[in-house]
């Protein structure tokens, strides 16, 4: 008993430490794609929109992070619960469970079209890269090369006004 009124604060310390990483690392191996929504996707979720609206506030984000973490812990103890009652074989098998990715979804019809329409997607794309980098190369990049060529299209513009009124 002496020892423990002694180490009081590192037992408690040390069990907070553990019981977090224990959390970390079973939010780390679960699954993180499922289509029925299971697990700890829904607090995941959760937690991208609120972070997303802190704005980079640091009060808020660290809020944000702790709620998801005790949003974790509900779903294990929720996990447990529901072992209790006999409701599943396992105290982990709503956190740990083969994931539904069934993508064998079709294309939406506008998709389809597209790529009947464009067989040749990929080599419209490169065409279209190389086409962007000759435009490059030909750019000028310094302001003092831009302001001439600029000048002598004006001149050029303004003579060809001049040549239409004649």
Avoid at 64 to 81: E, M, P, R, W, Y
């Amino acid at each position: 008993m002496n020892f423990i009124k002694h180490n009081w604060f590192g037992i408690f310390a040390g069990i907070l430490i553990l019981s977090g990483f224990a959390l970390f690392l079973i939010v780390l191996f679960s699954p993180r794609q499922d289509n029925q929504n299971r697990g700890f996707i829904p607090c995941t979720e959760e937690m991208a929109v609120k972070l997303l609206d802190c704005d980079k506030k640091i009060g808020c984000s660290l809020k944000t992070i702790l709620n998801n973490s005790l949003c974790d812990a509900k779903v294990i103890g929720q996990g447990f619960s529901l072992w209790l009652k006999g409701e599943q074989n396992t105290p982990w098998a709503n956190y740990f469970f083969e994931p539904d990715l069934d993508n064998s979804s079709e294309l939406p019809q506008e998709v389809e079209e597209f790529y009947k329409e464009n067989p040749n997607l990929h080599q419209d794309m490169l065409r279209l890269q190389k086409m962007h980098e000759e435009l490059q190369a030909h750019t000028p990049t310094n302001q003092d090369e831009i302001i001439p060529q600029v000048a002598a299209q004006q001149e050029n513009t303004q003579e060809d006004k001049d040549d239409a009124k004649k």
